[in-house]
């Protein structure tokens, strides 16, 4: 049986006080519970950057003005496949929150903890504390 293929745009929203904004995925969802860059599936015919765009938008109610992908990830899971595209965004309109009701905060780029993302976002979370910069 093959495995179903997921390509996701995932948007590492940083601030001018070296703040990140994650959001917390929904319990009873896939890897529940665990901390996330906001973002979401492509939909057909999308490129990775209008995907974000529009998942930004009905995530945590931004308007992205200035995106930039910094890396591509891929993800075996046992029961799926993940290509995941990380973008830092620095511009935006509006102020991102948990607008499905999920939980939001903003958390200091080098005070990020790898053990509470998923497994395929921790090699980027690596990346972000180890270089202070993205």
């Known amino acids: 049986m093959e495995k179903k293929h997921l390509h ?4 590492i929203i940083k601030n001018s006080n070296d703040e990140i904004f994650i959001t917390q995925r929904r319990a009873d969802s896939h890897m529940g519970g665990f ?16 995907a974000l765009i529009r998942e930004l938008k009905e995530e945590v109610g931004i308007t992205v003005t200035h995106c930039e992908l910094i890396d591509t990830i891929k ?3 046992p029961d799926r496949n993940i290509t995941l595209d990380f973008f830092l965004v620095d511009k935006w ?19 990020l903890i790898a053990d509470e993302f998923p497994p395929a976002n921790r ?6 504390t180890r270089t202070g910069s993205c």
């Open 93 to 111: 309109e509006d102020e991102p929150f948990g607008k499905e009701g999920q939980p939001s905060r903003w958390v200091l780029q080098s005070e």
């Open 123 to 128: 090699s980027i979370v690596g990346f972000l």
């Open 75 to 77: 993800h075996e899971f």
């Open 8 to 11: 996701i745009a995932a948007g």
């Open 35 to 50: 901390w996330e860059f906001p973002g979401g599936k492509l939909e057909q015919g999308e490129t990775s950057e209008q």
